[in-house]
């Protein structure tokens, strides 16, 4: 069974950065599961915001130049570099993870098969 822990979330002003962290366990070293990161507003549906698939990664629009997604593969782990934060940010972040990247589906949050708790980001203004 593959886990999946949040963390680094929390208060940050406008302008400021936040590195958000995924540790993954309960996999075998053989498998490969793509990370990926969502965020939820309240009354919204969770929206994709990255994916990492070995060396491709994908973003949405609106974080492009501000977001980057990594991973240490030593260590498990799956990363989101937040930088430039605008109010807008402001939501409950979930990191996802799937044995099967599809290039068409990415985006949609049924694709994938592992959640973790979610962690609270909030942008001042």
């Known amino acids: 069974q593959v886990q999946l822990v949040e963390s680094g979330g929390g208060l940050v002003q406008a302008g400021g950065s936040l590195r958000l962290s995924c540790a993954v366990s309960g996999r075998s070293g053989s498998d490969y599961y793509p990370g990926a990161w969502f965020r939820q507003t309240p009354g919204k549906e969770r929206q994709f915001v990255a994916v990492?698939?070995?060396?491709?990664?994908y973003c949405v629009a609106s974080v492009k130049g501000r977001f980057t997604i990594s991973r240490d593969n030593l260590e498990n782990t799956v990363y989101l570099q937040m930088n430039s934060l605008k109010p807008e940010d402001t939501a409950v972040y979930y990191c996802?993870?799937?044995?099967?990247?599809?290039?068409?589906?990415?985006?949609?949050?049924?694709?994938?098969?592992?959640w973790g708790q979610g962690t609270q980001v909030t942008v001042s203004s």
């Open positions: 996802a993870a799937t044995p099967f990247f599809s290039r068409s589906d990415y985006v949609r949050a049924t694709s994938y098969s592992y």
């Open positions: 990492l698939n070995d060396n491709e990664w």
